[in-house]
């Protein structure tokens, strides 16, 4: 028979724990005591913890000390301990363990976990950002009509990358301050490849907008898809750093996407109503290689605009 | 010698139109008046015009700018008249023709006596001097000798171009021949020394268009929307049956000259020699708007073309410049959330009759107050050339929906390559 003691912080985490092979523990200041506590608010001899020799259970006895004991914020003279009570004596917070009571299972160990290890590579990262910084100065190259210098544009994007680069950075650290491993690798290369999707989505949007024309549902669409990405890159980022419940994770993921998407949403959607003196069109214009759907005769393009003078004569009366 | 004799006829040239300046002012000081409008709740003028009185009725010329505030918000102000003496009285408004301008009030109260400023018979020749009178700053009558200079060429609003310095609170004052006959009335400066009058024909019309009944209060709005409905459909109709004098730009013909009174201009960046693409731009554009209110303007035209040449800059490059030439476009016509809608847009690709393919963007906004009335912006910019594009654009403030269709088709079917 066996019985633990664990001393706890005072937010209830575990700090040490003593384990004594006999079936009671005198606690107290006293040097005579199994466990001693060196706290001033703690009787020489304060408590005593015993197995009750019949039903086996763990019991608390109070040694006629000054401040008492408290179970779960309650005084108590005496007491039949249920587990994960939580006693106080002076300013110690203990926990006493049944060695008898089963602990719940093992958490199963993520299929995931090893399908991301090919994401720990510093070759990959490498590759990642020389991808990155190319897309950088490619469309810096695009959308400069002067003269382009290589070496006098570099710095920008450098920079460009660092900032992108911070997030990664921010996950490691705080994975390293909660005492895990950093996965700085993997953070890194996770953040490349997800801001290289945004790259490649950027360019379909661009010929979609200029072949399809589509309405208002594709922004709505486009918004759907960014969310998403969001929501799964948070959700690896929080996976590979912590290890946390699913539903915690799942928690702070969507929490996070939403603060995110929210000022975008308010501010690109809801907005649309305030006056504006400049009409708000989106005439996206791509080199002939790209034009792959058909145009429409003058007159079918007049006849699509008579809608426009009603749709501004409902707004009218609004 | 001669110099003695020159400087003598100067003199005596000045001395002449000083004392017809002076026999003019005391003659007809009296049948002209400070139009101010005064805003109800403080009592005091919130601003102030001329005005002058054309019969023994009580009948008064002055602009119509200088009593908008009171046609748009009859419920905020009244208008009151202010002699030289300095009596005042309230003044009641009878008609008014916002095209031109013009506004008809009417003295309520009247003398036994009253001054009034005849109506000449038919304008002057080139070159007689005229005297523009009115009240500018709020400093008293004064009158200005200019130079007759004929009807404005080439403009749809006919103005009367005087060489003289019409001041603010001048507007609404009449312009008067040596006899002191009116011909006409100011309404404008184009800076230094340039005044625009509004002519002897506008006044009449406004004369004999209006009914001895005043124009109800309820009726003041649906009026400019009638006028200006009439106006836009004239504006168009001319423009569109003029002849629209094509012109190469670039690798494109384009309508460079639309009928006689759109005033055109060119620009292109051939002296930037670090530029690694070429623009040459054409624009033409009515000078003249209509003032309805406040900042609010109407009945202006813009047409724009631009072409791009970035052969330099290879397709990519050159198709990232074009994009961000493309963007921004606003309205010709300065107008708040109480006057106008937000603008609504469609675009499309199209192919015109010319098989000049472009991508073309038709944006429309509805006046508030004014129903049927729109302003129209057009962007269209070709995609048939991998280095090369011409824009095409123009702006139509205050036309009707069938005009205003009518004049995009015609525009966008004129384009075509050489």
Redesign the interface.
């Known amino acids: 028979m066996a019985i633990v003691l664990e001393l706890l912080s005072r937010k209830n985490m575990p700090l040490k724990h003593y384990k004594f092979d006999q079936d009671y523990v005198c606690v107290g200041r006293d040097f005579n005591n199994d466990l001693r506590l060196d706290d001033p608010y703690v009787c020489p001899s304060h408590m005593l913890v015993a197995i009750d020799p019949e039903s086996g259970l763990l019991m608390v006895n109070d040694c006629q000390s000054t401040n008492g004991i408290k179970i779960n914020n309650k005084f108590m003279k005496h007491a039949t301990l249920q587990p994960n009570d939580i006693i106080k004596i002076g300013r110690t917070r203990l926990r006493i363990i049944d060695t008898k009571a089963p602990l719940p299972k093992a958490m199963p160990l993520s299929e995931l976990e090893e399908n991301l290890s090919w994401l720990n590579k510093a070759f990959l990262a490498v590759c990642l950002s020389f991808a990155c910084l190319s897309y950088l100065l490619l469309s810096k190259?695009?959308?400069?009509?002067?003269?382009f210098k290589i070496i006098a544009a570099l710095p920008s994007e450098l920079g460009q990358l660092a900032v992108i680069s911070l997030w990664p950075l921010s996950f490691a650290v705080l994975a390293k301050v909660v005492k895990k491993e950093s996965h700085l690798i993997n953070q890194i290369n996770l953040t490349l490849i997800i801001t290289l999707v945004f790259f490649v989505l950027n360019l379909l949007q661009s010929f979609i907008m200029?072949n399809m024309?589509p309405g208002s549902w594709f922004m709505w669409l486009e918004l759907v898809i960014v969310g998403l990405i969001i929501v799964g890159f948070l959700w690896l980022s929080l996976f590979i750093a912590f290890h946390q419940p699913p539903i915690r994770r799942n928690a702070i993921a969507l929490l996070m996407s939403t603060l995110i998407l929210a000022p975008l949403v308010i501010f690109g959607f809801f907005n649309s109503?305030d006056?504006?003196?400049?009409?708000?069109?989106?005439?996206?214009?791509?080199?002939?290689?790209y034009?792959i759907?058909?145009?429409?005769?003058?007159?079918?393009?007049?006849d699509?605009?008579?809608?426009?003078?009603k749709?501004?004569?409902q707004?009218?009366s609004k | 010698m001669r110099h003695f004799l020159i400087l003598l006829f100067l003199f005596s040239a000045y001395a002449q139109s000083q004392q017809t300046a002076q026999n003019l002012f005391s003659q007809y000081q009296s049948a002209l008046y400070q139009i101010r409008i005064i805003e109800l709740e403080s009592g005091n003028k919130s601003s102030i015009g001329s005005g002058f009185q054309i019969d023994p009725q009580g009948n008064m010329i002055t602009n119509y700018h200088v009593v908008s505030e009171y046609v748009y918000d009859p419920d905020k102000y009244r208008i009151e008249y202010l002699t030289i003496d300095g009596e005042s009285g309230p003044l009641q408004l009878i008609n008014f023709d916002v095209v031109n301008d013009l506004a008809l009030v009417r003295k309520t109260e009247l003398n036994a006596l009253e001054d009034i400023f005849p109506i000449a018979t038919s304008l002057p020749n080139q070159g007689t001097t005229i005297y523009s009178l009115g009240n500018p700053h709020d400093l008293g009558m004064i009158v200005v000798p200019g130079t007759f200079n004929g009807i404005k060429k080439n403009s749809f609003y006919q103005r009367i171009h005087f060489t003289g310095s019409i001041n603010p609170g001048m507007s609404g004052g009449p312009v008067v021949n040596e006899n002191g006959h009116v011909m006409g009335v100011n309404v404008a400066t184009a800076g230094n020394q340039i005044g625009f009058l509004i002519p002897l024909s506008k006044i009449e019309q406004l004369l004999t268009k209006h009914a001895d009944e005043p124009l109800p209060i309820s009726e003041f709005k649906s009026t400019i929307q009638q006028q200006l409905m009439q106006n836009q459909t004239e504006l168009l109709s001319k423009l569109q049956n003029a002849t629209w004098q094509m012109a190469p730009l670039g690798q494109a013909n384009v309508p460079t000259k639309i009928g006689e009174f759109l005033s055109c201009w060119g620009d292109s960046n051939t002296n930037n020699e670090?530029?690694?693409?070429l623009s040459v731009e054409n624009r033409c554009r009515l000078d003249e708007q209509i003032f309805l209110h406040g900042g609010l303007r109407s009945g202006g035209i813009e047409l724009e073309f631009e072409w791009l040449n970035?052969q330099k800059?290879g397709?990519?490059?050159?198709?990232?410049?074009?994009?961000s030439s493309?963007?921004?476009?606003?309205?010709g016509n300065?107008?708040?959330?109480t006057d106008v809608?937000?603008?609504?847009?469609?675009?499309?690709?199209?192919?015109?009759?010319n098989n000049v393919?472009s991508?073309?963007?038709?944006?429309?906004?509805?006046y508030?107050e004014f129903a049927e009335l729109?302003d129209v912006?057009f962007?269209g910019?070709t995609?048939?050339?991998?280095e090369q594009?011409l824009i095409s654009h123009f702006t139509l403030a205050g036309v009707a929906?069938d005009s205003a269709?009518s004049f995009?088709?015609q525009f966008?079917?004129a384009i075509e390559w050489q």
Not at chain 2, 326 to 331: D, E, F, R, T
Not at chain 2, 334 to 337: D, G, V, W
Not at chain 2, 341 to 353: A, D, F, G, H, R
């Open positions: 190259y695009i959308g400069t009509v002067s003269e200029f024309n109503d006056f504006s003196s400049r009409p708000s069109y989106n005439l996206t214009l791509l080199p002939p290689a034009n759907s058909g145009s429409v005769e003058t007159t079918v393009f007049i699509k605009t008579q809608a426009l003078f749709r501004v004569d707004q009218k | 670090e530029a690694l693409f970035g800059l397709e990519n490059r050159f198709y990232s410049l074009y994009n493309v963007i921004g476009a606003g309205a300065a107008a708040t959330k809608t937000n603008y609504q847009c469609e675009n499309s690709k199209v192919t015109n009759k393919s991508k073309t963007v038709l944006c429309v906004r509805a508030k729109y912006l962007i910019a995609l048939d050339h991998k594009g929906k269709l995009t088709k966008m079917d």
